[in-house]
């Protein structure tokens, strides 16, 4: 089956670096994307990993691991305006596409 | 580019009534998604276009319906509304650029009673 998990909730202090890990089980796998959604509001996409390794991106990078099931989001020097959702998502490629398996998503809290 | 447009923002429906989610790309994008999101859970897939003419079955597709005629347009028909399509839906699209990272529209807060 498919399967992706992330912690529900998470807070941290504006200045800080905080790490989102995501644990993933699905067939046909394609890579792992990370999206952050403010409430109210639509994903917007951050990173995509296919390879195993490190994506840096300005403040924030992401990690994947593909023999382990794993990726990581990291942020650093964290801002306000990061509290958000982050959706950790699996992508199976079918029909030249990519279907994405979402998480249920990381709530970031970030408090002066 | 508008991107990616939902309408309508809200609705609201009662049990048994029928809807469509209009949902229109400006980007040439090949590829288009509809997904719903429940509170607190992540987004799911109901139904996705790989061109016009051509879409396939997501996760969740009972009680949906869509069609493909132009690239540019991808609507979700609801034919008998119950309560548990209580959701907000979003619509996306792509095109293969080394990723086929989706580009989300804004959202239709659905509420069937």
């Known amino acids: 089956g498919q399967n992706i998990d992330q912690p529900t909730e998470m807070t941290a202090t504006e200045g800080a670096i905080v790490q989102i890990n995501c644990t993933y089980q699905?067939?046909?796998?394609?890579?792992l994307f990370w999206y952050q959604q403010h409430a109210g509001e639509a994903p917007t996409f951050l990173s995509y990993n296919v390879l195993d390794g490190l994506e840096e991106k300005g403040r924030f990078s992401s990690f994947l691991s593909r023999s382990k099931g794993y990726s990581y989001l990291l942020l650093k020097e964290l801002q306000m305006k990061d509290s958000a959702s982050y959706l950790c998502a699996g992508a199976i490629l079918k029909n030249n596409t990519d279907k994405l398996i979402f998480g249920t998503g990381t709530r970031l809290q970030v408090f002066p | 580019n508008a991107g990616v447009t939902q309408t309508p923002k809200f609705r609201i429906l009662k049990i048994g009534q029928s809807m469509t989610l209009q949902c229109t790309q400006d980007m040439n994008h090949n590829y288009m998604y509809w997904y719903r999101q429940d509170p607190g859970m992540g987004l799911k897939l109901i139904y996705y276009?790989?061109?016009?003419?051509?879409?396939d079955k997501g996760e969740v597709p009972n009680g949906y319906n869509v069609s493909r005629s132009t690239t540019e347009d991808f609507p979700l028909r609801l034919e008998l509304a119950a309560p548990s399509q209580t959701s907000v839906y979003f619509c996306?699209?792509?095109?293969?650029?080394?990723?086929?990272?989706?580009?989300f529209g804004p959202g239709t807060r659905l509420t069937v009673t």
């Open positions: 996306a699209s792509s095109y293969f650029q080394g990723t086929y990272e989706q580009y």
């Open positions: 699905t067939s046909g796998f394609n890579g």
């Open positions: 276009s790989v061109g016009a003419g051509i879409t």
